[in-house]
């Protein structure tokens, strides 16, 4: 199972919105409603910010949003903040896998 | 609070083993499926192997299956992963994390990893 294609990089100016997207196939999240989305500081834990495609689990900011498109994901981040900038992973639950990650995308808050 | 504190992590020379633990608090250890989950340098997450909360079903990526084992301790609250016939491309941040078990299929707690090195 080849990794979830990302974007390496999006930035985006404080206030600004900016979309992350996540490309699967029809054998991962084409088919299944299991994405997950991670923020990651380096030398930190990472963090669940989005599961079922569209949920957040409670704490996590209203800011944060995701979507699903046929075999892509997309995780928005709105009024994009300082404390934004991190790397951030899809990941899909595939039966049998039965885990995939992204290949991951570092945000900058310009 | 839910605490995943990784260790077991070192300078190990290719074709060594190594053997990781995680200690588990904060929640009831066998309810919950444990995996592992490691990052090599400047590369992005890879899930390695989990293993359900009793009972010994337990899966593994491809790259180590027959050299990695997946392990836990019910009365420790310790999960486990030994690590045998290592190699460069073993070199990673290991994270220990928990999936969910109300709405499944996801990490919803991580520790912050203990290194591993491959290296002669």
């Known amino acids: 199972q080849s990794a979830l294609a990302q974007p390496a990089s999006v930035s985006g100016s404080p206030g600004q919105s900016i979309i992350i997207s996540c490309s699967g196939s029809g054998s991962d999240i084409g088919t299944y409603n299991r994405v997950s989305w991670y923020q990651h500081h380096p030398g930190k834990a990472p963090k669940l910010m989005i599961y079922e495609v569209i949920k957040r689990p409670s704490g996590v900011s209203n800011r944060f949003s995701a979507s699903k498109s046929g075999p892509t994901a997309s995780l928005t981040i709105s009024g994009l903040r300082a404390e934004d900038e991190a790397d951030y992973y899809c990941?899909?639950?595939?039966?049998?896998?039965?885990?995939?990650f992204g290949s991951g995308t570092k945000v900058t808050v310009l | 609070e839910v605490q995943l504190v990784e260790s077991g992590g070192g300078l190990v020379q290719p074709g060594g083993s190594l053997r990781l633990s995680c200690a588990a608090s904060g929640f009831t250890f066998t309810t919950y499926w444990m995996a592992w989950v490691r990052q090599a340098p400047g590369k992005g997450l890879e899930w390695v192997a989990n293993?359900?909360?009793?009972?010994?079903?337990?899966y593994y990526v491809d790259s180590v299956k027959g050299r990695f084992t997946i392990s836990r301790d019910s009365a420790r609250n310790s999960l486990y992963l030994q690590m045998n016939t290592l190699r460069a491309d073993d070199t990673a941040v290991y994270f220990c994390?928990?999936?969910?078990?109300?709405?499944?299929?996801?990490?919803?707690?991580w520790g912050q990893g203990t290194l591993v090195t491959v290296s002669s």
């Open positions: 994390a928990r999936e969910a078990t109300v709405t499944p299929y996801n990490f919803d707690y």
């Open positions: 990941c899909s639950y595939v039966p049998g896998g039965p885990y995939v």
């Open positions: 293993m359900k909360g009793v009972g010994s079903e337990k």
